[in-house]
Structure formats: C-alpha cells, structure tokens
C-alpha cells in the first residue's frame, strides 16, 4: 500500500552522507527528497580527496563497523568505476602500524605491514562523479517504487533550499546530514570545523596514493591519484573557517609530496581546494520525537571520513527513520 504524503522523509543536506541517507531510504520503500543548501559540487564532499579510511573521527568501535559496511560496499562499486567513481587503488600509509589501529584493520583485505608502514589496496572515490552517481540512484529508486509522477514533482530529487529551523521542515521524518551547518542548525557547538587545503596537479605519472599523518600536527603529506589530476594534501587547521586557499600553504604541500616523489615537484596546478571537515567528540546518529509527533533523525559530525562510513551511518539512520524504530 501507498505511503500517504505526510509519510515523506526529507534529508537535509547534499553531500555523500545525505546522499548516501537519502538512497538506503528510498530503496526501502520510503517517499524521500533532499533539501540541500548549495549545489553539490560546493558541498565539503566534493572537495575530499576520497581514499577510503577512517580519519578524525570517534568513537573508534562505531566508526569500524561503519567503515567496515561501506568498504564493502565500495568494492562491489568499483567494479562500474566509470559510473560510480569508485576504483581500487594500491598505497601506502607511512608510519602507520597495526598494533596502533582497532580490532577493525583486521578486517581490511589485503592490509598489511610493509617497510615503515602499511599497504593496501583500498577505494578511491571520485567525488563528483560519485555525487552524480548517488542522485541519479535516488531518482531509479524512487521511480522505481513510486512512479515518474513521484518524481516529475520533485520526488527522490535534490532541491536547492535553505533550512534555518529543521522543526520546521514539513515531513514526517527529518534526517539531518548538515555536517557542520548542524553547528546552528542542532544546534550543537560541539561539531567544529577542521580545515583541509589540497593541491589539485597535472599527474606527473603517479598511480598509486600515500599518506603521512602525523596527528599532533597540522600539516601532513597525501596524494591521490584521481581522474582529473593528482590530489595533493594536506592540513588540519582545527577551528579554522576560512575556504580560501592559502599559496604558502599550497607551496608547502607541493614541496612536501615532492620529498616522497620528486617529480611531483614540477607538476603544473591545475586547481586549489579547501574544504572544512565537521569534526565532533563523536558521531551524532540518533533519534530525536519532536514535541508534535513527527522524528528528527540526526547523522553528522564525521569529520575527515564522511566517505569512509557513508554507508554504514546510512543504514542505521534509515533503522532509526523507521515507523517502529
């Protein structure tokens, strides 16, 4: 039977992770839009590198699991990598070890320790593509379960629009993917941005990724090998709001993946890139009752690895969007 209309569930905000929401939803049968602020490739998730990998995000048992779901996920993609985005891809993390990292590294395929740090062959996500690819999804599955008149309305679709109260956004179930706009929109301070500047560079022959983080710091090496350019990073400036890039800084990321592969050094740039991580203690999912009725499920604060649990925070938000949840 028909869902009736006060049954819609609107996702606020279009990045991968209400993306990602707002697909599990519509494949299990619910009648969802999204409503997004800015156009998605202005979101924080355009502008991600997109290795797969849990960064500055808690708690660690919730965040592998997660993880873990989406991994899995992402290698079934990969084998569609020019509609998805989505590629495997060989790297290394420099200085990095098993005996440091949860119980869910075990579980990776193919980690392992390697001479100063460890190996493995793990997703690469290209962004734009996958953001396309993530509403195109939305709109088959809607139609698919409701109809192209659903959808020629604006069903299962993304729609530009500003959201200052999330009590008052007309649905049944309201989930809430803002990231850092739930700074006000919760309102919670506790979500706090953590700044990434990247350099995007002609690929001077590089395919595989690396990184080199070094936690107490703010500046650390990446590259990413994508299909528009090599992607240079990076940095971690906590509380920082400002999205224009910084051409020391740049410089000093060129410079810094030049050590590890010299011919990075004279790469022509082809882009700067600075994106604003929603950083939280932890990970907000829950399941708010509204004073009318109606619920308000919560999903952001996944600071640097919005990607890497997409689908395991989907699942459990859409459980907690559920009538009987």
């Not at 939305?138 to 008149?149: K, N, T």
């Not at 809430?176 to 919760?186: E, H, K, P, V």
């Amino acid at each position: 039977m028909d869902s009736e209309p006060n049954d819609e569930v609107i996702v606020v905000g279009g990045g991968v992770t209400g993306l990602t929401t707002a697909v599990v939803l519509a494949e299990g049968g619910r009648r969802v839009r999204v409503w997004a602020r800015e156009p998605a490739g202005r979101t924080t998730s355009a502008v991600a590198g997109g290795l797969w990998w849990p960064y500055r995000i808690e708690p660690e048992p919730l965040v592998g699991a997660w993880a873990l779901e989406s991994l899995a996920v992402y290698q079934e993609l990969a084998a569609r990598p020019e509609e998805t985005g989505v590629r495997l891809v060989d790297g290394v993390h420099q200085g990095t070890r098993l005996d440091e990292l949860g119980e869910w590294a075990g579980r990776v395929p193919g980690l392992r320790a390697v001479a100063g740090g460890l190996a493995a062959r793990l997703p690469v996500i290209d962004m734009p593509v996958h953001l396309a690819w993530l509403r195109e999804r939305l709109v088959q599955a809607s139609e698919a379960r409701w109809g192209s008149s659903w959808t020629d309305s604006g069903g299962g679709r993304v729609e530009e629009r500003e959201v200052t109260d999330l009590t008052a956004v007309p649905a049944a179930v309201v989930v809430n993917c803002t990231g850092l706009g739930a700074r006000s929109l919760a309102p919670d301070l506790g979500v706090r941005p953590v700044r990434g500047q990247l350099v995007v560079v002609a690929n001077p022959g590089v395919t595989t990724w690396f990184t080199s983080v070094d936690h107490a710091s703010a500046a650390s090496t990446y590259f990413i090998p994508q299909p528009g350019g090599l992607l240079l990073g990076g940095t971690a400036e906590e509380d920082d709001w400002s999205l224009e890039p910084d051409p020391d800084t740049a410089a000093a990321i060129v410079a810094r993946c030049a050590v590890v592969r010299p011919e990075i050094a004279g790469a022509r740039v082809l882009a700067h890139r600075v994106g604003l991580r929603p950083v939280r203690d932890a990970v907000r999912l829950e399941r708010q009752s509204l004073p009318d009725g109606r619920v308000l499920v919560h999903n952001y604060g996944h600071g640097g690895a919005g990607i890497t649990v997409a689908w395991g925070c989907a699942r459990d938000a859409a459980g907690l969007a559920s009538p009987t949840a």
